[in-house]
């Protein structure tokens, strides 16, 4: 009885890694750099890189959204209220699901 053989492909060459750039060996750098950050200074490197960016970018919007304060401002006893009702909506499943909205909005 003859035993076929699996035919075996020849693995084909993987492409010639492109040369690192000096912007990539800068930005995997950074990218140390802030692996070594301890935890307390992250908040600060990450607004600063944001403020960076905003400073750079043509995109308004993502100018004006990186660029606005943060919102420090206390929360109203309104602002309590909706939320305590909103996290008892929840618990009794009065919500809507995302695919749920998105069908009915048809999309």
């Known amino acids: 009885m003859a035993t076929a053989?699996?035919?075996t492909r020849k693995p084909s060459?993987?492409?010639a890694k492109a040369a690192q750039t000096a912007s990539d060996k800068k930005r995997e750098w950074l990218r140390g750099l802030v692996g070594k950050l301890p935890p307390g200074e992250l908040e600060h490197a990450q607004r600063y890189l944001e403020f960076m960016v905003a400073t750079t970018t043509d995109d308004p919007v993502l100018r004006s959204v990186l660029l606005a304060p943060e919102d420090d401002?206390?929360?109203t006893p309104a602002e309590r209220a909706a939320v305590k009702r909103g996290k008892a909506d929840i618990k009794a499943g009065r919500f809507y699901t995302l695919e749920e909205v998105k069908r009915?909005?048809?999309l």
Do not use: I, M, V
């Open 5 to 7: 053989r699996k035919a």
């Open 13 to 15: 060459p993987k492409p």
């Open 73 to 75: 401002e206390p929360e």
């Open 104 to 106: 009915e909005l048809g």
